[in-house]
């Protein structure tokens, strides 16, 4: 069946067309990378963002938000997804995450569903996730994703168990209701934990062979990390980011080149102003074949 939320890639090499008939589950296929980044620049330009004291103020996870946004928009094989064993590419480039409503043991959770625009920049995902965040001031509020599995759950087990199966069923042959994955995490191009807001280091999150999603990013604890210069160790303020990724979307190299390019988004703050479809230049894909 076709899709609405993507475009079926027919002009694939070999590889890639036997790959997901020979590696069907996602779950099997998780890469795993760990990198990096020096904050020293970061923290100055979102201090001066912040000197116009906002009500929402700019954070390094609206920062990583938006790096990854752009990595996506510019890098296309990074919006691939394989499902039912076949390759497509996403129509919009979309970001996720849970927010806890309360840091309490039994503080609710809701989801955050970013759809992003070619011409945006950090102002515009700033805007965008203060929007989102503001209705979780109502403790009532609930997303259509949580409010949809609340109700299969106060259903008799009989029911709901059959009922669960179909969903997924329909899920797979691409017939479930648009509406029960608008929000859904899983059916964006990346998934993102904030670890670091609840003090705790880097790590990694399986993908899931539910949806349709190809990559999670963790944000670790930021703080005092070594970085090399010059052949000796310095101390600076950095965080680490872990990645879990589709192997199957694309090779090492292509990976290799994202992430370097993340790194420099980060490290070279002012990016960040500029469109998340505007090109990088010649110098700066020099600095990132030099990383």
Same mark, same amino acid.
């Given at each position: 069946?076709?899709?609405?939320?993507?475009?079926?890639?027919?002009?694939?090499?070999?590889?890639?067309?036997?790959?997901?008939?020979?590696?069907?589950?996602?779950?099997?296929?998780?890469?795993?990378?760990?990198?990096?980044?020096?904050?020293?620049?970061?923290?100055?330009?979102?201090?001066?963002?912040?000197?116009?004291?906002?009500?929402?103020?700019?954070?390094?996870?609206?920062?990583?938000?938006?790096?990854?946004?752009?990595?996506?928009?510019?890098?296309?094989?990074?919006?691939?997804?394989?499902?039912?064993?076949?390759?497509?590419?996403?129509?919009?480039?979309?970001?996720?995450?849970?927010?806890?409503?309360?840091?309490?043991?039994?503080?609710?959770?809701?989801?955050?569903?970013?759809?992003?625009?070619?011409?945006?920049?950090?102002?515009?995902?700033?805007?965008?996730?203060?929007?989102?965040?503001?209705?979780?001031?109502?403790?009532?509020?609930?997303?259509?994703?949580?409010?949809?599995?609340?109700?299969?759950?106060?259903?008799?087990?009989?029911?709901?168990?059959?009922?669960?199966?179909?969903?997924?069923?329909?899920?797979? *042959?691409?017939?479930?209701?648009?509406?029960?994955?608008?929000?859904?995490?899983?059916?964006?191009? *990346?998934?993102?934990?904030?670890?670091?807001?609840?003090?705790?280091?880097?790590?990694?999150?399986?993908?899931?062979?539910?949806?349709?999603?190809?990559?999670?990013? *963790?944000?670790?604890?930021?703080?005092?990390?070594?970085?090399?210069?010059?052949?000796?160790? *310095?101390?600076?303020?950095?965080?680490?980011?872990?990645?879990?990724?589709?192997?199957?979307?694309?090779?090492?190299?292509?990976?290799?080149?994202?992430?370097?390019?993340?790194?420099?988004?980060?490290?070279?703050?002012?990016?960040?102003?500029?469109?998340?479809?505007?090109?990088?230049?010649?110098?700066?894909?020099?600095?990132?074949?030099?990383?």
């Amino acid at each position: 069946m076709g899709r609405t939320d993507a475009t079926y890639l027919k002009d694939i090499d070999g590889m890639h067309f036997i790959m997901p008939f020979l590696l069907p589950n996602r779950c099997d296929n998780q890469a795993y990378f760990t990198f990096q980044i020096d904050l020293t620049k970061l923290n100055e330009y979102v201090k001066k963002k912040n000197e116009s004291n906002p009500d929402y103020k700019y954070n390094l996870f609206q920062c990583v938000v938006t790096a990854v946004l752009k990595i996506i928009t510019l890098r296309s094989k990074l919006s691939i997804f394989i499902h039912d064993k076949r390759m497509y590419k996403r129509n919009e480039v979309s970001a996720a995450f849970t927010v806890k409503q309360e840091f309490k043991d039994d503080g609710g959770e809701v989801l955050c569903f970013i759809h992003s625009k070619p011409e945006w920049n950090i102002d515009d995902v700033h805007d965008e996730l203060r929007r989102q965040l503001l209705k979780l001031k109502d403790r009532t509020y609930k997303d259509e994703s949580s409010g949809f599995m609340d109700k299969f759950n106060a259903l008799p087990k009989f029911i709901s168990r059959p009922l669960l199966d179909l969903v997924c069923w329909l899920e797979k *042959v691409n017939l479930i209701p648009k509406a029960l994955i608008e929000t859904d995490p899983y059916h964006s191009s *990346v998934v993102l934990a904030n670890l670091g807001s609840i003090g705790l280091p880097d790590g990694y999150h399986h993908l899931t062979n539910w949806g349709t999603t190809s990559m999670f990013i *963790v944000i670790g604890k930021s703080g005092r990390m070594p970085f090399y210069e010059n052949d000796k160790v *310095v101390f600076r303020d950095g965080v680490k980011l872990g990645m879990t990724i589709d192997e199957r979307i694309a090779d090492g190299y292509y990976f290799s080149k994202s992430i370097k390019m993340l790194q420099l988004i980060l490290e070279e703050p002012e990016l960040l102003e500029r469109p998340l479809n505007e090109k990088l230049s010649d110098e700066l894909w020099e600095r990132i074949n030099m990383k």
